[in-house]
């Protein structure tokens, strides 16, 4: 079996993105009375906007799904309902336990008199990132049908009703009064848009530079009409702005995906080279073994984190501290290797016991000369192409060729004699 590599790097680039996006704009600022409450740096500092363009990543996150799921479904041998269940039962099963635990530990932090604040940030910075769960779970439901139309329509006619949806909403907020509750819909529309590029991408209908130029351009296109139409400039919620781009998702998350899908696409031949490297290719077959419960627990390990450091009643610069200025942005770097500690220290502890024999003992499966490591299931595992070489023509130096034939077939003995053994 067989990788996409490079769909590898880009899921483990969006993993990337969005746990350093969090981390990065995440302020959990520590009040008199020890508690904590949240605050945004992009308050502050309105310049950074541009740099959430590179971390808000969520567009490569369900475009990486999309391609799977369609791989997948593809070489199942069972009925979709079986591929679903599975499908399901790995997203699922991380977040029970998310929750069992988070549970538990809010429980625990209450009876010790945990403040009513911190309890609150902590619920609703664990609980916020389940919010794709939903339309993730939907478009994996209907990853059959949309293949179909992908390929009996074309990429393009299928994303258009998406796209129509999402303007619609984008003009009802700007017209409509403050406030005014509006249904859900661009959740799953907006992000249909990327997960549909990895359907065709997966069908082979976005191959080569072409593809990839053309999204690219296309998205650049549109990201510079949207802003120059009033759209706000940073690609998640900025608290007190009057409109975000990112709840409900906009126009300019949609052209931002594209975007990066693009350039993903165009970076294929560099993220192919870069794989053949023991540690790059080791660190990114990492991540995708564990991409669901890195997105699932690096909040909840902020917060901890935090919580933690602040008993002892010293505001630390860049974790307790107001993010207000460029000087809390760098102490706030300075403490991402601890976070990313505590991250990779709660994801291995979380992951099944035979899972981790199997990755330590090499799991029976063959070492790839991309990636350091064992090539676990994945959707991303597909048939390898059989090939057919002429010894005359092609083929390795030390190809060996074994020729099974029939005596009673003297034709095909005839067609033997004549090969190289």
């Known amino acids: 079996m067989s990788r996409d590599r490079a769909v590898d790097a880009l ?26 409450h949240q605050a945004s740096p992009l308050t502050a500092l309105p310049d950074l ?64 008199g945990t403040s009513d604040d911190t309890l609150a940030v902590a619920l609703r910075l664990a609980v916020s990132p389940l919010w794709f769960l939903l339309p993730l779970v939907i478009l994996v439901a209907v990853t059959g049908p949309l293949r179909v139309a992908v390929r009996r329509w074309g990429v393009a006619r299928c994303a258009a009703p998406a796209v129509a949806v999402v303007a619609a909403v984008d003009l009802a907020v700007r017209l409509l009064p403050a406030g005014t509750d509006l249904p859900p819909v661009t959740v799953l529309a907006a992000w249909s848009v990327p997960y549909l590029l990895g359907v065709a991408h997966a069908d082979g209908r976005l191959d080569g530079r072409r593809a990839g130029g053309t999204l690219a351009a ?7 009409a949207l802003l120059a139409l009033g759209y706000p400039v940073s690609a998640v919620g900025v608290p007190g702005a009057g409109v975000s781009n990112l709840n409900p998702p906009s126009l300019l998350v949609v052209a931002l995906a594209v975007t990066q899908v693009g350039l993903g696409l165009l970076a ?75 991250l990779v220290t709660v994801v291995r502890v979380g992951q099944p016991r035979s899972f981790r024999r199997g990755v330590h003992a090499g799991g029976g499966g063959r070492r790839r000369p991309g990636g350091g ?24 130096p030390d190809l060996q060729e074994v020729i099974a034939v029939r005596d009673s077939d003297p034709p095909s003995r005839g067609r033997a004699d004549g090969q190289s053994r």
């Open 11 to 36: 899921r483990a680039y969006a993993m990337g993105g969005v746990v350093l996006g969090h981390w990065l704009v995440t302020g959990l600022v520590l009040t008199g009375d020890g508690g904590l």
């Open 268 to 342: 294929r031949p560099a993220l192919h080279r870069l794989l053949t490297r023991p540690l790059p290719g080791r660190a990114v077959t990492e991540v995708n073994r564990s991409a669901v419960r890195i997105y699932l627990w690096h909040q909840p390990v902020l917060v901890a984190v935090t919580a933690l450091t602040a008993r002892g009643g010293l505001a630390l610069p860049g974790l307790h501290t107001a993010p207000n200025g460029p000087g809390w942005v760098l102490a706030r770097c300075c403490w991402l290797p601890l976070l990313a500690v505590v």
């Open 218 to 224: 296309g998205g650049a296109i549109a990201l510079a």
């Open 373 to 396: 490591g064992v090539a676990g299931r994945s959707a991303e595992c597909v048939p390898s192409v059989p090939r057919v070489y002429d010894h005359r023509r092609s083929g390795p």
């Open 49 to 112: 906007a541009p740099m959430t363009w590179v971390l808000q990543t969520l567009g490569l996150f369900f475009f990486t799904a999309g391609f799977g799921s369609t791989r997948s479904l593809a070489r199942y041998p069972g009925s979709p309902g079986g591929w679903l269940a599975g499908r399901l039962r790995r997203l699922l099963l991380p977040t029970v336990a998310l929750l069992g635990v988070g549970a538990a530990v809010l429980l625990a932090a209450t009876v010790v």
